[in-house]
């Protein structure tokens, strides 16, 4: 396993349980207990993990795993649930991509189209995540907007009042929400105020609102609130939501396409 693989396993663990030892980690991932201590060390300069006498804790009171190691967990759901949202998505529309790992799977649904190979554009894209535009704008089918702000090392989003006019002066035919939690009665949220407020800005200069989300998001609550489930018109989850995860958001108006 590579130092890269290691790690993001040793912070999903860290994420699920809430605290680490040495000798329990070094068994989850069948190396030596010398290893983990100095990927232990290391996360811990990053001030990704504490480092505790034996083990290690998350970094902070409120926790959020940083992008790049976000990608592993719930991929081939988020893979299922990007390709249906990609579906819902005509040639030559202007589409609003929030960050996230699902929107990322978005994009990269969006750029192997065959339909959308060529255009003028074939699709207008404006996102506030850097690594979306950066995966995007190779596609010079694509015409790719990118708001203003100042970046979030966790997410690679851009947040803050320098977006606020760009969104301002445009309007979109979809905005791709991705959540860190979506509830029939809460709405959508994010762990942070900043993105959950640009977020909030590309719903309401779209037509509609596509929430994608895989099922370990669905009934949850975070602290950051994006939208109320009557401004969301379709949530696309994975086949692992059931009928009483979904059911609340159908009764509340919204379609829900399971991938």
């Not at 040495?22 to 990053?46: C, G, K, P, Y």
């Not at 596609?139 to 989003?157: C, L, M, N």
């Not at 640009?198 to 950051?224: H, M, P, T, W, Y």
Request: hydrophobic share 45%.
């Amino acid at each position: 396993m590579s130092r890269d693989a290691r790690w993001k396993a040793l912070l999903e663990l860290l994420v699920e349980r809430g605290r680490l030892d040495v000798e329990e980690a070094a068994a989850d991932l069948e190396v030596s207990a010398a290893t983990i201590r100095r990927d232990f060390d290391l996360l811990a300069q990053q001030q990704m993990l504490v480092r505790t006498r034996g083990g290690a804790v998350p970094h902070g009171v409120s926790y959020e795993l940083p992008l790049r190691y976000k990608t592993a967990r719930h991929a081939s759901e988020k893979q299922r649930v990007a390709e249906a949202v990609a579906g819902l998505i005509a040639p030559g529309e202007a589409v609003g991509l929030t960050g996230g790992t699902t929107t990322t799977e978005v994009a990269r649904a969006l750029a192997v189209r065959g339909d959308l190979a060529s255009g003028s554009p074939a699709l207008t894209v404006v996102t506030n995540a850097l690594n979306i535009a950066n995966e995007l704008a190779v596609r010079p089918q694509f015409k790719i907007v990118v708001t203003g702000g100042v970046a979030r090392a966790q997410s690679y989003e851009l947040v803050g009042p320098l977006a606020d006019a760009v969104l301002g002066r445009i309007t979109l035919d979809v905005t791709v929400l991705g959540v860190v939690a979506f509830d029939a009665v809460h709405g959508a949220a994010a762990n942070d105020e900043a993105e959950a407020a640009i977020n909030q800005l590309l719903c309401e200069r779209a037509e509609r609102v596509v929430v994608a989300a895989d099922s370990s998001k669905l009934g949850r609550r975070a602290f950051a609130r994006i939208c109320g489930v009557e401004s969301v018109d379709t949530l696309v989850t994975d086949a692992a939501a059931g009928s009483d995860a979904v059911r609340p958001f159908e009764e509340a108006g919204v379609r829900v396409i399971t991938a």
